[in-house]
């Protein structure tokens, strides 16, 4: 834990990581345009996504700005603005009396516990290399792809029934219920 | 040789830590939904960490199947938000209180 051990690019590389996942999770809860927030959150995800790549999850990395920035961003930012919701929130008004401060005392202990703890039991551990090996050779991707369609095929197909079940949620939720035509309406 | 685990799990703690204090603080649903990205990434990165800690390509196919839910999350969220709004003309949880006794 000494530092000095660990090479000048790979502490930089962290240091932006952090300073994006930080600034962008703050301006998330902070600021008061629902727009904003939105673009906030991008930056925090972009910053995830170099924490990927300086931790060799490449594809993972790739899927986080392609579904998460490109994908779930954007249908946030649809929503706001199909519904005209970009008018700014009260964000001092605060209707339950020591909301937050109950909430940043939750909060601190739960963070606490979880940083003590996991300081306790020197960080990580557990078995290495259960299913497969991360370095075996052949790339992050091709690795991946043999898990995810041997060891996790089950629920690979689950998520696929998920997905489809969600799509005709979607699409039952924001349907208009329309007058029947001619009937006595 | 790359940073600890450690600093990762740190600041995955805290990632953590600021989506919860937002989930419980913001009255928006979409902010509170964009909070609840900011939990899940957070345990993203945790499990990103432990795969490479560990040596295993195990946490990486797992977040595969967080994001995947994750997805479908936001796509019925919405869908409830945009329906809600519908009625109410308004996003804000305070004001859905039928069910108070």
Sequence with gaps: ?185 | MNVPAAWYLILAAGLFGIGAFGLLTRRSALIMFMCIELMLNAVNLTFVTFSRTLNDISGQAIVFFVMVVAAAEVTIGLGIVVSVFRRRSSTSVDELSELKG
């Excluded at chain 1, 530092?3 to 600021?31: K, R």
């Excluded at chain 1, 075996?136 to 043999?146: A, C, D, I, M, Q």
């Excluded at chain 1, 997905?163 to 979607?170: E, N, R, S």
Aim: aromatic letters at 8%; proline letters at 3%; glycine letters at 8%.
């Design chain 1, 1 to 185: 834990m000494i530092a000095a051990a660990y090479s000048t690019p790979s502490v930089l590389v962290f240091a932006t990581s952090a300073l994006l996942i930080l600034a962008g999770a703050i301006g998330v809860i902070a600021v008061k345009n629902p727009v904003h927030a939105a673009l906030c959150l991008i930056l925090t995800l972009f910053g995830v996504a170099v924490a990927f790549v300086a931790q060799s999850a490449d594809f993972l990395a790739a899927v986080q700005i392609i579904v998460y920035a490109g994908a779930i961003v954007v249908l946030f930012l649809f929503v706001i603005m199909f519904l005209g919701v970009d008018r700014r929130e009260h964000i001092h008004f605060e209707p339950l009396v020591g909301q937050r401060a109950f909430a940043a005392v939750g909060v601190a202990i739960t963070v606490g516990g979880l940083i003590a703890l996991m300081a306790k039991s020197h960080w990580v551990s557990g078995a290495t290399s259960v299913t497969t090996k991360l370095s075996s050779g052949g790339g992050n991707v091709r690795e991946l792809g043999t898990a995810v369609f041997t060891t996790y095929l089950f629920a690979f197909e689950a998520t696929a029934a998920l997905l489809i079940i969600a799509v005709v949620g979607a699409v039952l939720l924001a349907r208009r219920e329309r007058p029947p035509s001619g009937e006595e309406a």
